[in-house]
């Protein structure tokens, strides 16, 4: 049996999942839930890791990576795009009407604008006064403040019982210029496959890229794991080699059956759930 719709986000995100289970409600499509979902944050100025109000590169630019993947295998992505409010929307625009992936920088920006979306200044005074101060000491290694980490990976189960997923950030706060995160990198932030489920992931992005986690659990679910253990096992494989210390990554997954889990290097990471109407916040276990 399929399971109920749902709408499940890294983080706390409840203004995001809410978005996404009524516009999964209108359509009856995850996929239109789980872009719902992540225009929320995008808008947000308050939010400093994704779209409007996202800290900028050392440079001082706004730079973000979004990717979408549907229950067909479809997927659109983009990244290093500047000056567009809703970068998932692109990302869904270059998976339904191109024949391509994935768009970057100002080629991304050139296909948003001839597709109607409009540029807009996304850098706040706060995000700015931020960067200012930044600027002083100028520390390049991207230290993970996991309290203020929450570039969201969303994934939906649809009426019909599919599976979709996407994500969007504005990576790293005061990444060198140019530098582009695991976001908008398919099987890496995002995976879904319909025979088995969907995983997306947050945090340290160099290091979801290296071990593709997203594809990696989907994977093991495939294999007979459920999808708390397959999260477990992803982080463990960045544990074993890698300098875990330093930084956070988060998983959260989801099987067919609306099974989900998730799990963390760190403590502190934690996921929004909305079904059946409900919202509930869920802390997530850690490796340390
Ligand atoms: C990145 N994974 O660009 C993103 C950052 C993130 O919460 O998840 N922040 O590496």
Not at 145 to 153: A, Y
Not at 195 to 220: N, R
Not at 243 to 258: V, W
């Amino acid at each position: 049996k399929t399971s109920e719709p749902l709408i499940i986000a890294t983080w706390k995100n409840e203004k995001a999942t809410i978005a996404g289970w009524n516009k999964l409600m209108e359509t009856g499509k995850a996929l239109d839930g789980v872009e719902a979902g992540a225009r929320i944050p995008e808008a947000d100025p308050n939010d400093t890791s994704v779209g409007y109000g996202g800290y900028p590169d050392r440079d001082g630019h706004v730079t973000l990576d979004a990717c979408i993947m549907d229950h067909l295998g479809n997927a659109g992505s983009v990244t290093f795009l500047e000056g567009i409010m809703h970068p998932i929307s692109v990302a869904r625009a270059v998976m339904e009407k191109t024949p391509h992936v994935m768009l970057s920088g100002a080629g991304a920006l050139k296909f948003a604008l001839d597709q109607g979306f409009k540029v807009e200044n996304l850098l706040t005074e706060t995000s700015k006064k931020a960067w200012e101060e930044w600027k002083k000491e100028s520390k390049y290694e991207p230290v993970i403040n996991i309290e203020r980490h929450d570039t969201i990976g969303l994934l939906g189960i649809g009426k019909s019982g599919e599976i979709a997923g996407a994500c969007t950030t504005s990576g790293l706060a005061f990444k060198m210029h140019g530098r582009v995160g695991d976001s908008p990198i398919i099987g890496g932030a995002v995976f879904c496959d319909d025979e088995v489920g969907g995983a997306c992931a947050t945090g340290l992005g160099e290091f979801v890229m290296k071990t593709l986690g997203s594809f990696l659990i989907v994977e093991l679910m495939r294999q007979g794991m459920s999808p708390q253990k397959a999260c477990e096992e992803a982080v463990m494989r960045i544990v074993k080699r890698y300098k875990y210390k330093e930084f956070q990554i988060g998983y959260l997954a989801l099987n067919k059956k609306g099974e989900y889990g998730a799990y963390a290097i760190q403590k502190g990471f934690n996921y929004t759930i909305t079904k059946n109407g409900k919202t509930q916040v869920i802390e997530s276990g850690s490796y340390m």
